[in-house]
């Protein structure tokens, strides 16, 4: 049975999940099943039905995409993308996750499912599958929006799945990476999930900020050949939320030496 963390250690999260990623059990939770802004923890959902696209074969990691002028135009956070450039479906990926683009997701979507509105409704189907009770999207990055909320508890499971995919680790298990473009300046990506470096064991997953969610993560770790899915959302700053997640892992680190 899961334990509250109430009565592990005080979290000043709004919510926390702590998943054990083979089983499927919650280890510790605090308010799992709050539906809440999920800020750009949302491209978790973007990043798992665009590599689902790929294993079916309907789309390749190596694919061309044409960026567009509402791609390119996304506010917040972006990879740099320009209007009418092409970039892989690959780099594309590496931007959503380690950069955090709004313009990759936007353009990810468009390219996978034709356009924004078809992608959202696929984000929502998905959602439906996976038993996500407590999840809602209106967009592919996480920008507020009326109606846009996840659970902690439906953002691990979306984890779940997508760490199947061995290839989302090739991006967000890095601190940095560069995208070489044709005829234009190279873009340096900066992950910004601080404990990838900072945390041993830590490979991913993916962070998220508005100034309604405040900040939320998603992180991933092995522990003794174990891999945890730990998530904190609503945390007033970088380092409360890094400072919180790395309490969930090593309580998990625990239960492995234990």
Do not use: W
């Not at 963390?5 to 099943?33: E, H, M, P, S, V």
């Not at 390219?111 to 809602?136: D, H, I, K």
């Amino acid at each position: 049975m899961e334990r509250s963390l109430k009565d592990a250690f005080f979290l000043t999260a709004k919510a926390a999940c702590l998943l054990d990623a083979r089983t499927g059990r919650i280890l510790l939770q605090k308010n799992a099943y709050e539906s809440l802004p999920p800020a750009s923890m949302t491209k978790m959902m973007t990043a798992l039905l665009v590599l689902e696209e790929v294993k079916k074969g309907r789309i390749s990691l190596k694919d061309q995409v044409k960026i567009s002028r509402r791609a390119a135009s996304m506010r917040g956070s972006s990879m740099r993308l320009c209007a009418g450039e092409k970039m892989a479906v690959r780099m594309l990926l590496a931007g959503l996750m380690v950069a955090s683009g709004n313009d990759a997701a936007v353009a990810l979507a468009e390219y996978t499912f034709g356009s924004v509105p078809a992608f959202v409704r696929r984000m929502n189907e998905r959602a439906a599958e996976l038993g996500l009770e407590n999840t809602y999207f209106v967009n592919p990055h996480g920008l507020s929006a009326s109606g846009h909320c996840a659970s902690a508890y439906d953002m691990c499971l979306i984890a779940r799945e997508l760490v199947q995919y061995e290839e989302i680790f090739r991006y967000t298990s890095r601190k940095r990476i560069v995208v070489r473009r044709k005829n234009k300046g190279n873009i340096l990506l900066r992950n910004t999930n601080t404990l990838v470096g900072a945390y041993p064991g830590v490979d991913g997953l993916k962070t998220g900020y508005t100034p309604r969610a405040k900040y939320c993560l998603c992180a991933t770790f092995v522990s003794g050949g174990k891999r945890y899915i730990a998530v904190v959302m609503g945390l007033l700053t970088k380092r409360k939320r890094n400072e919180e997640a790395a309490r969930l892992l090593a309580y998990a680190a625990a239960i492995v030496s234990a």
